[in-house]
T-cell receptor
Framework: DAGITQSPRHKVTETGTPVTLRCHQTENHRYMYWYRQDPGHGLRLIHYSYGVKDTDKGEVSDGYSVSRSKTEDFLLTLESATSSQTSVYFC??????????????FGNGTRLTVT | GQQVMQIPQYQHVQEGEDFTTYCNSSTTLSNIQWYKQRPGGHPVFLIQLVKSGEVKKQKRLTFQFGEAKKNSSLHITATQTTDVGTYFCAGQIYGGATNKLIFGTGTLLAVQP
């Protein structure tokens, strides 16, 4: 498996609190992604990064922000968590962009529950 | 918005039976990828198809990309209990923003020994 570590693996938080999820890679890949997985929706892209300090929105970016200050770390922040953000969050990396025959390698996921 | 639909959502088979999942896009795709996710696990890349009408095989798995590049299928011959999991297709929209794969909703395969 690709060297991807997500932390924490599980988190329970209250509505309105800020939450930061971390993705750390040891592969030196340029591209990093945050997806959320919900029943009936598959995997939906939240944000992605194509380099240090270079990020772009995905299809479900409202309520989320990201930062990438180092190649190896990609942070996902929920500024004020809501119950609709209860989900499993996956980080993924790819050597090249996902459109260039470059598969995504996923981390083990973070299960977030917002009460 | 642009969608990639998969059918069926769930399939239960007896070990040894065949299985097929279908993926359909509302728009033309430049390529399509397939992933497998074991229960409680993370998605793992299986294969990518790029050419119109392309067929690729991996042991008992056969992947096809439609002539119009709007649909794809994954066929498993003689299923085994190790095939249990959810299979996702993921399409790159032709002419769309790069690096934004659209995942299908997935097909959960259950295999009874």
């Amino acid at each position: 498996d690709a060297g991807i570590t997500q932390s924490p693996r599980h988190k329970v938080t209250e509505t309105g609190t800020p939450v930061t999820l971390r993705c750390h890679q040891t592969e030196n890949h340029r591209y990093m992604y945050w997806y959320r997985q919900d029943p009936g929706h598959g995997l939906r892209l939240i944000h992605y990064s194509y380099g240090v300090k270079d990020t772009d929105k995905g299809e479900v970016s409202d309520g989320y922000s990201v930062s990438r200050s180092k190649t190896e770390d990609f942070l996902l922040t929920l500024e004020s968590a809501t119950s609709s953000q209860t989900s499993v969050y996956f980080c993924a990396i790819s050597e090249w962009g996902s459109s260039y025959n470059s598969p995504l390698h996923f981390g083990n996921g973070t299960r977030l529950t917002v009460t | 918005g642009q969608q990639v639909m998969q059918i069926p959502q769930y399939q239960h088979v007896q070990e040894g039976e065949d299985f097929t999942t279908y993926c359909n896009s509302s728009t033309t795709l430049s390529n399509i990828q397939w992933y497998k996710q074991r229960p409680g696990g993370h998605p793992v890349f299986l294969i990518q198809l790029v050419k119109s009408g392309e067929v690729k095989k991996q042991k008992r798995l056969t992947f096809q990309f439609g002539e119009a590049k709007k649909n794809s299928s994954l066929h498993i011959t003689a299923t085994q209990t190790t095939d249990v999991g959810t299979y996702f297709c993921a399409g790159q929209i032709y002419g769309g923003a790069t690096n934004k794969l659209i995942f299908g909703t997935g097909t959960l395969l259950a295999v009874q020994p």
